[in-house]
């Protein structure tokens, strides 16, 4: 039974309460619009389709999660215990989809899938052109599964390269089937990282507005979108109603799927690598073509339309001037450390705040730290338009707060709100792997606890920091509806210069900025996500 | 196109980490004054204070805009800054920050969300010497700087454009609806929508956008851009969109096979619509935001867009330049835009009556 009441208030649960507090500005903020604007839960509920939109989201968000979940695995255990062709390369290119915004993956299907598309042309040969159509529920399906396997990809990969095979290779010797030693012994040990990446992958979906603005599947984000100016409260009410779709999946997912820890075995040998035989050269080229789809095609894209704006530069444009890709790129520079310097302090800032909460919400199995928990992993469901005029509300209309009003404080604080779940994710995943012998050894051998945290368990939760750390950064450089509203004035960013350009229908510029975003994310990515969960046991 | 400078760790160096706990401290203590006093406006100075940086809030998007906020800075020697959105966001977010918002300039693509924060007594009503050059609202709280026409886009190797009906009542009928895309969601075809409710009635309008859906009416684009890429690809045969986004996107790629398809003089298939320029009532920065919206509509300003963004233009000195779009415009019917923003949610009601989903 979990205790109600924690039996005495420490300081790690008065910081966490307080941290989770700014958490629950953008929810205090729909309240107060809900009520200044005097409507109902019912009058809105009565006024406004809801249950229909709901249902798309939820649909969606459960049909990627689940595909995702299934590459995600598939491609952590490939790695970490096969013997897969090329896995070196691999290695470094699975995880990459996470730098796509999921705004060009969307505008660049809408162009390659379409009929006359060179793609389509392809499925048109292969007799798929009428089973195939990249639009609607498909189409949206099928660019949020490449975008967001990674985040199921990465904590299960870290969490099967820190395990032994010990057991497997005594499952072997009883003679079992090697699927049945993955589900009966591998995959209880590692559902809960897997579990774990699949809530961000939900979060992702629900929230998620270029994908299905873009192919057209319209849901709740959509109509958020749609009637945030001619009817607010509906869209305020529509918010609060993701919101509450996060909390519940992040309830059940607590609930039902996160397990106690199950370790077969202490620290010991080395894991066993699994002969796939001929296999591995197929399963390597499959995992290519996937990761093609997410990362090949759409950059090829964006290279064809700065091929066509070059092409034509000296056509039209009189006084905008012509296209040149050198004046787009030196253009980009100022942005591009824009881009840099803020992603890093909103980084900084989320890992900071995020390991004293992780580490009060692992260690204590309450109702404030339940709510904690909630609170801030919900908030990455949040519409940006909702996070972002909360943080106009909560500064400039409160005097105390004012002078930092069209800062980039204020910026970073509203991608605080919306990304601070990845960091808390990350950490207390690895703080939930952490051995419980280890800290009774070490107090039994009369380390402070002080001393036992700094010594002993922050170096070993190095690499879930880093990884939030990366996380965080990837996403904060994707991020568009909050930066538009909430940065300094004259402050822009790459994604915000690509939204802007590709709206109006600059592609050549729009894929310039596109692709100097996709180089930073990457540059990011390698250096922060990739290389501290890069599988140590490639060879043995 | 640097406007100016971007360097916003420059301004004020604060530490970040004093800032988070200022921030949870505050937020603890104080109460959330959601509406704060606002200053009374001051009354504007009408001599232009170089000194005084101007602070824009922009629909329209960069690459559109910018160029003639560059030359306005040169003329005048006052700086500009620009925040970048869509228009409906950059109204929501002026709304939320009130008489406090930093911004002495709205431009909007189109009327509806200048009618938003008009609604909401946000914007400063305009001196005659300006309102006068061009188009306005009644109540003077707008211009219009640009204008863009409805158009119906096609595919020059599939439809020849004599066989297209003249008035864009007809092409709800089936023959022609199951060949035509249109997006839903793009707020230039739902001010349409409003403009084709004022015109034949909210019934018959309804009635119209419910049998283009029945027939077979392609809906679910997500932009203009789209539209006009898949008609020049030959995935759509016609697409009901604003004419100047073919003329960029030949610009890019001179060799696509579309072309706009104009309706009917007086049809309200090729009504106008207005991107607009106001000043907001709570801009201590009058005299430099006039300044601005002068110039706007000057004869420089109006060459720019006629050139540059391939739009029409609006201010009288500048039809007089040009005669051949001063017919075009003088044909074409202004459909009370002020109820273009009000009317946004009856028009919204609407499309979901029709079967569409947002």
Not at chain 1, 317 to 334: K, P, R, V
Not at chain 1, 348 to 375: E, H, R
Not at chain 1, 451 to 473: D, E, M, R, S, Y
């Amino acid at each position: 039974m979990i205790q109600l009441i924690p039996k005495k208030i420490s300081p790690l649960a008065i910081i966490s309460t307080l941290i989770a507090f700014l958490f629950s500005l953008p929810l205090i903020y729909i309240f107060l619009r809900l009520i200044t604007e005097q409507s109902t839960l019912i009058t809105i509920i009565y006024s406004t389709e809801i249950f229909k939109p709901l249902i798309r989201t939820v649909l969606l968000g459960v049909t990627v999660t689940v595909f995702s979940l299934l590459l995600g695995t598939s491609f952590a255990w490939l790695i970490a215990r096969t013997n897969i062709a090329m896995k070196s390369i691999l290695q470094i290119l699975i995880p990459l989809p996470l730098a796509i915004p999921s705004f060009i993956i969307a505008s660049t299907y809408v162009i390659a899938f379409r009929p006359s598309g060179k793609i389509y042309d392809f499925l048109t040969i292969l007799k798929l052109d009428n089973i195939i159509a990249f639009e609607g529920f498909i189409g949206a399906c099928v660019s949020l599964i490449l975008i967001t396997y990674p985040y199921i990809y990465l904590p299960t990969l870290a969490r099967l390269s820190m395990l032994n095979t010990n057991a497997e290779e005594n499952a072997k010797m009883l003679q079992q089937r090697d699927f049945s030693i993955f589900y009966k012994i591998t995959w209880p040990q590692i559902s809960n990282a897997a579990f774990a990446g699949s809530v961000l992958t939900f979060l992702y979906v629900i929230s998620d507005f270029g994908v299905v603005q873009l192919l057209g599947y319209p849901n709740l984000a959509t109509s958020i979108y749609a009637n945030r100016l001619a009817s607010p409260t509906t869209s305020f009410m529509l918010s609060f109603i993701l919101a509450i779709v996060a909390i519940s999946i992040i309830i059940i997912e607590k609930k039902y799927f996160s397990k106690k820890n199950t370790f077969f075995n202490a620290p010991g040998g080395l894991s066993k690598i699994i002969n796939l035989g001929k296999y591995k050269y197929i399963f390597a080229m499959l995992t290519l073509i996937i990761i093609s789809f997410a990362l090949f095609i759409p950059v090829i894209i964006l290279i064809s339309w700065v091929y066509k704006a070059s092409l034509f530069s000296n056509f039209g444009y009189t006084t905008l001037g012509s296209f040149s890709l050198m004046n787009e790129l030196a253009e980009q520079y100022q942005t591009i450390v824009n881009t840099f310097i803020v992603a890093i302090i909103t980084g900084l800032i989320a890992t900071i705040t995020m390991v004293p909460v992780a580490y009060y919400v692992q260690k204590n199995q309450n109702i404030l730290s339940t709510v904690i928990n909630g609170l801030i992993t919900s908030m990455f469901a949040i519409p940006g338009l909702v996070i972002a005029l909360a943080a106009v509300r909560f500064t400039l209309h409160i005097s105390f707060f004012e002078f930092l009003y069209g800062t980039a404080p204020v910026l970073i604080f509203a991608y605080l709100i919306t990304f601070g779940a990845q960091s808390l994710r990350s950490i207390y995943a690895g703080i939930s792997v952490l051995d419980t012998n280890l800290e009774y050894l070490a107090k039994t051998l009369g380390a402070s606890s002080w001393k036992n945290v700094t010594k002993i368990q922050l170096p070993l939760l190095l690499n879930p920091i880093l990884a939030g750390f990366g996380l965080v950064i990837l996403s904060t450089i994707k991020e568009l509806p909050v930066t538009l509203l909430a940065s300094p004035v004259g402050f822009k960013t790459l994604a915000t210069d690509v939204w802007i350009d590709y709206d109006d229908g600059f592609l050549g510029a729009a894929a310039v900025s596109s692709l100097c975003l996709i180089l930073v994310s990457l540059i990011f990515n390698f250096f922060l996500v990739i290389r501290t969960n890069k599988y140590k046991n490639v060879s043995s | 196109m640097n406007i100016a400078s971007k360097n916003i760790f420059a301004t004020k160096k604060i530490n970040v980490f004093a800032i988070g706990i200022l921030i949870s401290l505050g937020a603890l203590f104080s109460a959330c004054n959601s509406e704060s006093e606002s200053e009374t406006s001051k009354s504007a100075i009408d001599t232009v204070d170089t000194s005084k940086t101007l602070v824009v809030y922009s629909g329209r998007k960069e690459k559109l805009i910018a160029p003639i906020l560059i030359q306005f800075t040169a003329a005048t020697g006052i700086k500009i800054k620009v925040k970048y959105g869509s228009s409906t966001d950059m109204a929501l977010l002026i709304a939320e920050e009130g008489m406090k918002t930093p911004a002495d300039v709205f431009i909007s693509q189109s009327p509806g969300p200048v009618g938003y924060l008009a609604d909401k007594n946000f914007l400063a009503k305009l001196p005659v010497a300006i309102t006068s050059q061009t188009v306005t609202s009644n109540s003077g709280n707008w211009i219009g700087i640009s204008a863009r026409q409805r158009v119906l886009v096609y595919n020059t190797n599939t439809v020849d454009p004599k066989n297209i009906p003249a008035s864009i009542t007809e092409l709800s009928k089936p023959e022609w609806a199951s060949r035509i895309a249109i997006s839903a969601k793009n707020s230039s075809f739902q001010d349409w929508l409003t403009l084709l409710r004022l015109e034949i009635g909210d019934d018959s309008a309804e009635k119209w956008l419910t049998d283009f859906v029945t027939n077979g009416g392609k809906w679910d684009y997500g932009n203009n851009t789209s539209i006009v890429q898949a008609v020049a690809a030959g995935e759509q045969e016609m697409g009901l969109v604003n004419h100047y986004y073919l003329l960029k996107l030949k610009a890019e790629d001179p060799t696509l096979k579309a072309a706009n398809y104009n309706f009917a003089d007086g049809d309200i298939g090729g009504a106008v619509l207005l991107a607009t320029a106001s000043i907001l009532s709570a801009s201590d920065n009058k005299a430099n935001a006039k300044a601005l919206l002068e110039y706007l509509v000057s004869n420089d300003g109006q060459k720019y867009f006629s050139t540059a963004t391939y739009e029409y233009l609006l201010s009288d000195n500048a039809r007089a330049i040009d005669g051949k779009l001063d017919t075009f415009l003088n044909k074409v019917k202004f459909v009370n835009f002020d109820k273009l923003g009000s009317e946004l949610a009856e028009t919204l009601n609407l499309i979901k009556r029709a079967g569409i989903t947002l």
